[in-house]
């Protein structure tokens, strides 16, 4: 089928150039020129595993020719369906920001217009139950001047893969949700999931457009208050001395609690348990209903940051000292800093009078933009040597192989936040759940 995909961010980019090795023809529109020239060139805009690959086969010069990228919205009318993949942020108050989302609904309901035959557009991006109803839409028909279920049909397909894994959890999913009021729309889903519903054997759950919308903020909710549970937990375990690794690998054998994100420490960030946790919370409160195991899970996760820092206090006399911090991504295989506990983290030891310098493999140019007055290492063995501190916040690999690096610390005291140092001797090794 021929796609367009509004949108070349994380989710954009991985839902292209693996719908385009799926077979089909897909178009990428994107308002950053920098990022059209790029996937144009055969290279991902961002930093997923496997992407650059696909984005390679399929765009760069040797490529099929199957991907290809622009600005210009114009490149929907060549094709039968439309995803929409824009940013939906939140308002300072929590609630979802749609401005986005309707800015592109309406560029596409403009060259839609001009369409002469049937066309689907399917909102891919999480929004509140409603939104792609009421507000995308609304603004569709009256952009093209055609209505809705009879020149054009709308369908909500949300998508629940993570950063650092995109490509495989995109290609592999545990679900295909598709969710349309309308009988054509729901038609040319099928169409365009069936290679990789067949290739996954993957179960499609056929839902309304609303339910669709709801599915995807239950499952971070879910997520996301699982990991705050193991927080609290943990943080009940570190009051009594005991191994909060040690009881999650048992209650994990629990079928009905699984084994899976119940790794406790710092908390969770990223561009989506975040936001996502408060655009429902904000949307339960419009209706009148007050959620109060998730504004739980959000004071639980507010807190770890700051628990993590005065661990390291109990330790080292934080005004005047320079203390490492291992990891900025939010989470590893990612270069992604959007709400990462590095950011608090930093914040709160600056806050105490520390000076920081920080070491990630990827993620220090994005970082850049988020944080200030910190120093930034080329390596993990650089900002230890001469610190009087260190804290870890991601859960990168590399940092599990440390070892002679320690010992170059002016004091050796490493606070973990994710669980991936060894305790060994020579070192003042703390763990924030363990
Ligand atoms: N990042 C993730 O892992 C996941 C994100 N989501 C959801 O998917 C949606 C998109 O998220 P990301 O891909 O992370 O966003 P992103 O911020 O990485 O990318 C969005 C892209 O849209 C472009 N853009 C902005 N306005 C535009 C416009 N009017 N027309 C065309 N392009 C425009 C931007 O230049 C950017 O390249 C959000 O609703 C998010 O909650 C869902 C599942 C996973
Ligand atoms: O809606 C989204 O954007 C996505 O949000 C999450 O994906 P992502 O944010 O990429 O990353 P996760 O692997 O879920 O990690 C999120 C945060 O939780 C933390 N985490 C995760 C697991 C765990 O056991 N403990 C823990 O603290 C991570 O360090 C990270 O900060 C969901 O896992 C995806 O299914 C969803 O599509």
Redesign the pocket.
Known sequence: MRLSI???????TTVAACFADLGHEVVN????EG?VETINAGDAP?HEEGLDELVADHAGPEGTGRLRATTDYAAVLDTDVTFL????PQNDDGSIDLS?ME??AS?LGEVLADKPDWHTVVV????VPGSTEDAITPILEAESGKTAGEAFGVGMNP?????GT?VSDFLNPDKVVLGADDERALADMHEVFEPLVSRADAPVVETDTRTAEMIKYANNAFLAAKISLINDLGNICKEFGIDSYEVADAIGLDDRIGEQFLRSGVGWGG??FP??VAAIIAAAEEQGYDPAVLNAAVAVNDRQPGRLVDLLADHVALDGARIAVLGLAFKPGTDDMRNSRAIPVIESLQARGATVTAYDPVATENARDYLDDVTYADSAAAALDGADGAVVVTDWDEFAALDDAFDNMADPVVVDGRRIIERRDGITYEGLTW
């Not at 993949?85 to 939906?88: E, I, N, Y």
């Open positions: 509004i949108g070349s961010g994380y989710v954009g529109i994107d308002i950053d990022i961002i993949c824009l940013p939906t986005i800015a592109g560029h891919k991006s999480t929004v998508e629940f893969l993570r950063e995109a561009s989506c936001k996502d």
